[in-house]
């Protein structure tokens, strides 16, 4: 699968503004929405450092050179990848309104880690290809994860925790497009390791602190598509992104991010051979 | 001047003579009276008037073309005239050179003392008897006016300005009037514009047309074809009211029937009215009627492919009519047609019915549009492929179909019990029944999500027995079942035991039943002999009346008679008649063969003769 997207930036003081735009460009209510990221990092393939490259002699060149393409084969293919945990009330929007947990005049959901559940999903991006289309595209890969040790289970699986934070935002569907408003918070470190994955040990969301000290927002128009390589789907995605860019451009400059800012790789330790 | 003179060459003569070509013809028009562009309806009236008015001038050549049409001339003395015409025009002509060219002369002699190019133009006889130059044009004082010539000039003049200025106040007054009434009919329209908001009515710009204004008065997630057909431009008519074009069209727009058959009679109908509502402007009820003309077509349309899809149940889809049976002689139908009948005040039996498919239809309708929207809304949209996803069927006609034909399987089972409920009761045994609808759905708001799922009704009986029975009748159109199916709950006494497995035919579900009340009613009988050991009387035959008496007290308790009547087990009461002969008033019937009934009464026979021996 890939993913087409598009970015903006949206200060502050427009949010509200920008999300009566949407829902009327989407015909829709703005849905809440918060997720937790875990971001693992792939451990490198344990006895890599001992393949030794150099130390041979002159008519070993060859095989030199077949051990530096497999210590290339190893290293490169090694990403960021991101555990994305959406919270959803467990009840029904229904019994939450008579239960007095809808707040009306804010339309979110009021915080009560109790009365919430998290849906799981492993989620792998790859670095947007070097390409002159006028949006990003990239492989992407969601598998769903329904219950269990979400850190150990992945540890097991040959990644290593590195952080957590916290996306706080707004969804619009329109057609194929998902346009996420959202903004990102940072999550204290766990005291265990265990409790990371855990949403009851979060605080409620006002005590976190904002990544952008400018309280601004981050818009996200992102199409997927099944198969990134058919080019008729992908002028398809294309023009319908760029169709909702003219649309809202009165309201917001939607352009392809760098691309390197996107970037899963890991980077590889340069270390002397 | 020289007088006016007209000269006219009679072609219609010539013309008469010999066919001419049409464009000659033209040609000739065209020289004679100028150029087509320039005829108007006045011009041409004017020219049939023209001889009426009985011109001077021309009443020689009327009177020449009378002349002709009196006698017709012969070609000599026609063509006499016409070289005696062309004559007449040719001196003519000469005579205006001449002039032309004395006047050019005079003209040319005043200028040649400035210009050479007057030189040019000066006749050489002119040249040769005046030198160049000779006249000198001088510009004299202007002579002493008389007082009262002053006079009239400075009026003149007076006259003049006042004139422009009247002019002039005539323009401004008139752009003024103008201005005004655009004015007013900028505020109407933004005052209309408002109001029209205030009442509701979705207002936007087009994204692409940023000068016109459209209101959008269909649902907002229908079809992609009916999102597009329900908004409408708003525009300004002379008076400044606000209106929507192409409500003509809407005037004869085709309006939804739902009618009810019984054999050929037509039972019930029902026609969705939309009721104008007092004190709304006009736009407002148009829109209404708008929206409504809109609601209907999509209704009629989703249902009509719906019909397509449901063939195999019965339901029959014409271009204008959706048809399905409810029993052999009841059928529904959904027209679609441009009759817009008056208001009938007749009622019909079934009225109730057709209303009650019309508005659930509507409703169906409207709970799509909804259910549509919350997926839409809460869902993200799956990726992009290239198989086109077709859009979602609609269940509109399913479930009201399911509703009805799953009534109509349980109105003989209850008809069939209040029978025997009324009959037993004469007879001193009770039936009693409640029915109870079993929905899945746990709140009860939600009925039209519940009209969709499987139907399940539960009779629940208590027989005379005090035994309990349950009896489940369900309906669901789609597979497995494509019906109804009629089961019911084990039954089990001494009399025998006794179940019905699922099956979807009515006359075996009645069957049971009949063969499960008169098992429980042998039984209640038994139980009465049993405690009443030899009091029962018992007679042989084909009636046996049953009279049980307390033990202790020795008073009749209950008296019934349980008989064949026309070949069929029944119960009854025994009364006196006339000539104080006991006679038997039947209640009911029991059981449904004769053979049955035969046995039935035989097996309750022994049991009495066994009991009363013992």
């Known amino acids: 699968m890939h993913e087409l997207s598009l970015y903006g930036a949206v200060p502050a003081e427009d949010h509200v503004q920008i999300l009566q735009q949407l829902a009327g460009v989407t015909r829709m209510q703005p849905q809440h929405v918060e997720e937790i990221h875990l971001v693992f990092k792939a451990r490198t393939p344990p006895g890599l450092e001992k393949v030794h490259g150099s130390g041979g002699s002159q008519g070993n060149q060859q095989q030199q050179n077949e051990i530096q393409r497999l210590k290339g084969m190893l290293q490169s293919g090694i990403y960021f990848v991101q555990l994305v945990g959406t919270i959803v009330a467990s009840q029904t929007p229904a019994e939450l309104q008579n239960g007095q947990l809808f707040d009306t005049e804010r339309n979110e959901l009021v915080e009560d880690r109790t009365q919430q559940k998290v849906n799981w999903r492993f989620e792998f991006k790859d670095t947007p290809e070097s390409t002159k289309q006028p949006t990003n595209t990239r492989l992407i890969s969601r598998t769903r994860f329904e219950d269990g040790e979400m850190i150990a289970f992945m540890d097991l699986f040959g990644f290593e925790y590195v952080n957590r934070y916290y996306i706080e935002g707004q969804k619009f569907y329109n057609q194929d497009t998902t346009i996420f408003v959202h903004r990102v918070r940072q999550l204290p470190t766990a005291d265990n390791i265990r409790d990371t994955s855990d949403i009851a040990k979060i605080p409620p969301r ?40 003219e649309t809202l451009k009165q309201a917001v400059t939607l352009a392809p991010a760098d691309r390197l800012a996107l970037d899963t790789r890991i980077p590889i330790p340069v270390r002397r051979i | ?125 002119l040249k040769q008897a005046v030198p160049k130059g000779g006249f000198r044009p001088k510009v004299t004082e202007p002579k002493d006016l ?103 069209e809407m005037q004869t727009q085709k309006v939804l029937c739902v009618r009810v058959h019984r054999g050929f009679k037509t039972t019930g109908s029902f026609t969705y009215r939309q009721e104008p509502i007092e004190g709304h402007v006009k736009l407002h009820q148009d829109l209404l009627l708008a929206r409504e003309a809109l609601f209907m077509e999509e209704l009629f349309t989703e249902a009509s492919k719906e019909a397509r899809l449901i063939a195999n149940i019965g339901v029959q889809a014409r271009s204008s009519s959706i048809t399905f049976d409810l029993s052999e002689d009841c059928s529904v139908e959904v027209a679609y047609s441009s009759v817009r009948s008056g208001k009938s005040t007749q009622r019909h039996a079934d009225d109730e019915l057709a209303s009650m498919v019309g508005n659930t239809l509507r409703l169906m309708l409207v709970a799509e549009h909804q259910q549509r929207h919350v997926q839409r809304s809460q869902q993200a949209p799956p990726p992009m492929s290239q198989t086109l996803r077709p859009p979602p069927e609609y269940v509109l006609l399913r479930p009201i179909i399911n509703q009805l034909r799953h009534h109509q399987m349980i109105t003989p089972v209850l008809d069939v019990l209040k029978i025997y409920k009324s009959s037993l009761e004469q007879a001193g045994l009770h039936l009693t029944y409640t029915t109870e609808c079993i929905s899945n759905q746990a709140s009860t708001h939600l009925t039209l999500e519940a009209l969709k799922e499987l139907i399940t009704t539960e009779i629940k009986l208590k027989l005379p027995s005090e035994t309990l029975l349950s009896v489940k009748v369900r309906t669901h159109l789609s597979p497995p079942m494509f019906g109804t199916q009629f089961s019911t709950s084990g039954y089990s006494s001494e009399c025998g035991s006794c179940a019905l497995s699922p099956t979807s035919s009515i006359t075996a579900m009645l069957q049971t039943l009949n063969d499960i009340l008169s098992r429980d009613i042998s039984c209640v009988v038994l139980g009465f002999i049993r405690r009443t050991k030899n009091q029962a009387s018992w007679h042989g035959g084909d009636v046996y009346p049953i009279q049980l008496v307390h033990e202790e007290s020795n008073v009749p308790q209950l008296s019934f008679v349980i008989g064949c009547r026309e070949g069929k087990l029944a119960v009854g009461s025994l009364k006196e008649g006339v000539d104080s002969a006991p006679r038997v008033q039947w209640a009911g019937e029991l059981s449904a063969t004769q053979q049955e009934a035969r046995s039935l009464l035989d097996t309750i026979g022994t049991w009495i003769t066994e009991s009363s021996s013992s």
């Open chain 2, 1 to 125: 001047m020289a007088p006016s003179v007209s000269l006219t060459v009679p072609y219609e003569s010539v013309a008469a003579r010999k066919p001419r070509d049409l464009q000659a013809e033209v040609h000739q028009i065209v020289q004679q009276k100028g150029a087509f562009r320039k005829v108007t309806e006045r011009s041409l009236l004017d020219e049939i008037q023209k001889p009426k008015h009985g011109d001077t001038k021309d009443s020689d050549v009327e009177s020449d073309v009378s002349d002709e049409s009196d006698e017709p001339e012969t070609a000599q003395a026609a063509n006499e005239k016409l070289w005696q015409r062309r004559m007449e025009m040719q001196a003519r002509v000469a005579d205006a050179r001449n002039e032309a060219l004395s006047v050019l002369d005079a003209v040319s002699l005043a200028a040649s003392g400035h210009s050479a190019a007057a030189q040019a133009t000066m006749s050489p006889a």
């Open chain 1, 206 to 245: 006002s005590e976190l602190q904002l990544l952008d000290p400018s309280e601004g927002f981050v818009l996200q128009a992102t199409i997927d598509i099944v198969d990134g390589n058919v080019q008729e789907l992908k002028d398809r995605a294309v023009r319908q992104l760029l169709a909702l860019k």
């Open chain 2, 146 to 248: 008389s007082q009262n010539a002053k006079k009239r000039l400075q009026d003149l003049s007076v006259m003049t300005r006042s004139q422009s200025f009247q002019n002039a106040s005539e323009k401004f007054g008139s752009a003024s009037t103008r201005l005004e009434s655009e004015a007013q009919k900028q505020s109407k329209y933004w005052e209309q514009m408002a109001s029209l908001r205030s009442k509701g009515w979705q207002i936007s710009r087009l994204p692409h047309d940023n000068r016109s204004v459209v209101v959008h008065f269909g649902a907002a997630d229908s079809s992609q074809q009916y999102r597009d057909k329900g908004m409408a431009y708003i525009r300004q008519d002379e008076n400044g009211d606000l209106f929507i074009p192409g409500q003509a």
